[in-house]
């Protein structure tokens, strides 16, 4: 069983910048856990993936937020971060950390559907 916890979130400006962490309950990636990712949900639209990263530090992003969001690992810490640079209007939204165990860890492969650990989420608004 993984457990994840978020924290993190909050509001800024348009342009602002947050880090997202998410702890997880033991070691960040083991067989339950080789694949981990970040998903964000806003009110009314579907969840959708913002990034990947594997147990071999191989990351994936949507196209949305490529060259603005980078996630990152501390092993020693078991957590996971997203770092959130150039926010907009449009990146609000509710944001999920979850794993999973798969080889084709990737944003273009798996569906929030792919995922059984997920944490409780951490809100995020960007005002203009």
């Known amino acids: 069983q993984v457990q994840l916890v978020e924290s993190g979130g909050g509001s800024v400006q348009a342009g602002g910048s947050l880090r997202l962490s998410c702890a997880g309950s033991?070691?960040?990636?083991?067989?339950?856990?080789?694949?981990m990712a970040w998903f964000r949900q806003a009110p009314g639209k579907e969840r959708e993936g913002v990034a990947t990263?594997?147990?071999?530090?191989?990351?994936t992003y949507a196209d949305s937020v490529k060259g603005r969001f980078t996630t990152s690992t501390d092993n020693a810490k078991n957590t996971l971060y997203l770092q959130m640079t150039s926010l907009e209007v449009e990146d609000t939204a509710m944001y999920y950390c979850a794993a999973a165990s798969s080889s084709r860890c990737a944003i273009t492969t798996m569906t929030f559907a792919d995922f059984p650990y997920w944490g409780q989420g951490t809100q995020v608004t960007v005002s203009s």
């Open positions: 990263t594997n147990i071999f530090g191989r990351t």
């Open positions: 033991r070691y960040i990636y083991s067989y339950s856990s080789s694949c």
